[in-house]
């Protein structure tokens, strides 16, 4: 079992490091840290690759691999371990991750080569996701559930609601500003900040815009546009503190208010996206519009999330007859 422990080495780069790096020295440790520091810009990737790369490190200290020992069979190794308790796309990601790294250490002169380089990953081949989704009577027994007398209540149910009916990611949503939910004539849009810098601009669907325009009033965010929109709250009472909600409350919350509502525990932040695709798509939508709305460069990413053609009905099974 590949287990992720790190040391926590106190030194003048004052960072948190594995210690097969700590251990390698300075100059090493240094372009470890300006790796993802300085080449990723995007945080959640920021934080995948660093538990990826963690993860690899602790494993050769486990094995008392010292980091100059690195070489194409010690990753390979990894590889082959990693792929007993996870599965492909896991497995394959991690190897990017280590991949990209020792890339950028070879150009600082901290390794000779890549050791990475030549190990091939697992081959994967998706061709629907596994992320669960609900049914339309689901959702409305998650809506309905939240008690919406206190503002806890009006914020989670619009912050629920917003994800299904933009397809928005968590991450978007916990960036957004008061003034990111605006009118464009007659109709309310949210202006979302996505990965890579990418600023999209909805018309949010009435449903979903009345839930955040009565949280706004209850609220009273309506004159504080560079507020967040969706705050954490202090305490167990219902008043906002100030502070952003991070991806992790967000998830949290929604865990909550599902488990609440009497459903499955495996539903999670990216089911509202792959829920709201699939209704879409279910109700005669096209799938360029759905990829637009998604924010996706590619419709075959789209697809991932479209259950609508998946399922497979009682009548044709029953046409199955000796």
Same mark, same amino acid.
């Given at each position: 079992?590949?287990?992720s ?26 372009s ?13 990737t ?11 490190f ?14 194409p069979?010690?990753? +390979? %190794? !990894?590889i082959?371990?990693? #792929?007993? =308790?996870?599965?492909?796309? /896991?497995v ?27 190990v ?7 061709s629907e ?21 206190e ?10 609601a917003l994800?299904?009916y ?10 957004l ?9 007659d ?7 996505e990965?890579g ?11 979903a +815009? %009345? !839930?955040?325009?009565?949280? #706004?009033? =209850?609220?009273?965010?309506? /004159? ?12 167990k ?12 409350e ?5 865990k ?22 699939t ?6 939508g096209r ?6 709305i ?12 479209d259950r609508?053609?998946?399922a497979v009905?009682m ?8």
């Amino acid at each position: 079992m590949v287990k992720s422990t790190t040391r926590t080495p106190t030194n003048r780069i004052g960072a948190n490091l594995p210690a097969t790096i700590y251990e390698a020295g300075p100059k090493v440790a240094k372009s470890f840290l300006e790796f993802f520091t300085a080449t990723i810009r995007n945080k959640n990737t920021r934080e995948a690759y660093g538990r990826d790369c963690g993860r690899f490190f602790a494993w050769c200290k486990e094995h008392r691999i010292a980091f100059e020992r690195v070489e194409p069979m010690v990753v +390979a %190794a !990894y590889i082959e371990e990693m #792929l007993c =308790n996870y599965p492909g796309e /896991t497995v394959k990601q991690h190897l990017s991750a280590i991949k990209k790294l020792y890339d950028f250490l070879v150009i600082k002169q901290m390794a000779p080569t890549n050791p990475a380089a030549s190990v091939k990953g697992p081959r994967v081949h998706v061709s629907e996701g596994k992320t669960p989704i609900l049914s339309s009577e689901e959702v409305r027994v998650l809506l309905s559930s939240i008690d919406t007398s206190e503002l806890r209540g009006m914020r989670d149910r619009a912050v629920i609601a917003l994800m299904l009916y933009t397809f928005a990611r968590v991450g978007a949503v916990s960036k957004l500003k008061v003034s990111d939910f605006h009118r464009v004539g007659d109709d309310w849009h949210i202006r979302l900040y996505e990965k890579g810098s990418k600023q999209r601009d909805l018309p949010v669907n009435p449903e979903a +815009a %009345a !839930y955040i325009s009565s949280y #706004l009033e =209850n609220a009273s965010l309506r /004159t504080s546009p560079t507020l967040p929109l969706f705050q954490t709250m202090r305490g167990k009472a219902s008043t906002l503190s100030g502070r952003a909600m991070h991806r992790t409350e967000i998830f949290r919350m929604i865990k909550r208010r599902a488990l609440a509502a009497g459903l499955p525990a495996e539903i999670c932040c990216h089911s509202f996206r792959a829920t709201g695709i699939t209704r879409y798509m279910d109700n005669g939508g096209r799938i360029e519009h759905a990829q637009r709305i998604a924010g996706h460069a590619d419709a075959r990413t789209t697809k991932l999330y479209d259950r609508s053609e998946n399922a497979v009905r009682m009548e044709e099974m029953k046409k199955i007859e000796f």
